[in-house]
């Protein structure tokens, strides 16, 4: 069973950084497609940044490009989100997830939710003005 625990969130100005971390428990292949995704009340869920542990493939919404920077910390089995020059619209709840493993890197592309069976709690990134 694979858990997924985010932590990094919290209160930051306008052009500052946060950097959140997706803890992962359990991926028996020790690669899978990995993604962050988040959300504010009445809209819905964006995915931001997706990428295939183990590989150097990933992805970002035109949204975050140039911004944001995933990354996979293979020691310590941990997502990372980087966050900079961080906007009042990046405010959000952002979720951790991870694909079945039947979703090998050929599947591990924008858009394609569906394929995201395992969540986190979620952790809230507030930016202010």
């Known amino acids: 069973q694979v858990q997924l625990v985010e932590s990094g969130g919290g209160s930051v100005q306008a052009g500052g950084s946060l950097r959140l971390a997706c803890s992962v428990a359990?991926?028996?292949?020790?690669?899978?497609?990995m993604a962050w995704f988040r959300q504010t009340p009445g809209k819905e869920c964006e995915e931001v940044a997706l990428?295939?542990?183990?590989?150097?493939?990933?992805e970002y919404s035109d949204a975050v490009k140039g911004r944001f920077t995933i990354s996979h910390d293979n020691a310590n089995n941990t997502l990372v989100l980087e966050m900079n020059s961080l906007k009042p619209e990046d405010s959000a709840m952002y979720f951790c997830?991870?694909?079945?493993?039947?979703?090998?890197?050929?599947?591990?592309?924008?858009?394609?939710?569906?394929?995201?069976?395992?969540w986190g709690q979620g952790t809230q990134v507030a930016v202010s003005s």
């Open positions: 990428a295939y542990t183990g590989t150097d493939f990933t």
């Open positions: 997830a991870a694909a079945g493993a039947a979703y090998g890197p050929l599947a591990c592309r924008p858009g394609r939710e569906f394929i995201f069976t395992y």
């Open positions: 359990v991926i028996p292949s020790g690669r899978a497609c």
